[in-house]
């Protein structure tokens, strides 16, 4: 019976994995909202920044940073040392006031973007967010399940 248990637990894990699978031929890749993705004007100050750490057997890793331009801009910044496996449209990447996505209490993050290539990329920010988000969490809607996360500090 625990043999068959392991076997279930292993069958639901890759299920879940890959439905947030770039191999994928059934989903389509969103498009992200281009105002979401924009490039800052001149010399970028790091504000607070981190390391991905993966989660549920995924390969996420980078930089992962809060920053501004010369222009007065914020940003969410993933360095050029991002990579993921996972780009399916449904990989978005948060802002959380801990490790673990909350979504049921609201105030607790706050979405930023569509994940969907590796590299550096730069979501623009209305505004520096609240001290109060403390972390980026790489998340697949898909799945229901976290791909990575960092803390901003």
Not at 25 to 49: A, C, H, R, W, Y
Not at 54 to 78: C, H, K, W, Y
């Amino acid at each position: 019976m625990k043999k068959l248990f392991q076997n279930f637990a292993i069958i639901v894990s890759v299920l879940l994995v890959y439905s947030c699978s770039s191999s994928s031929d059934e989903m389509e890749p969103v498009t992200p909202d281009p105002s979401s993705k924009v490039d800052p004007v001149g010399d970028i100050l790091v504000i607070k920044d981190g390391v991905l750490m993966p989660q549920s057997g995924t390969n996420t890793e980078g930089m992962i940073e809060l920053v501004s331009d010369e222009a007065g801009n914020f940003f969410l910044r993933l360095g050029s040392d991002f990579q993921s496996d996972f780009h399916t449209g449904t990989v978005t990447v948060y802002l959380s006031t801990s490790s673990k996505l909350k979504l049921a209490e609201s105030g607790s993050f706050q979405k930023i973007g569509i994940v969907n290539e590796n590299g550096e990329q730069f979501f623009g920010l209305p505004n520096l967010p609240q001290s109060k988000f403390n972390h980026g969490i790489i998340w697949c809607g898909a799945a229901g399940i976290p791909f990575g996360y960092g803390s901003l500090d």
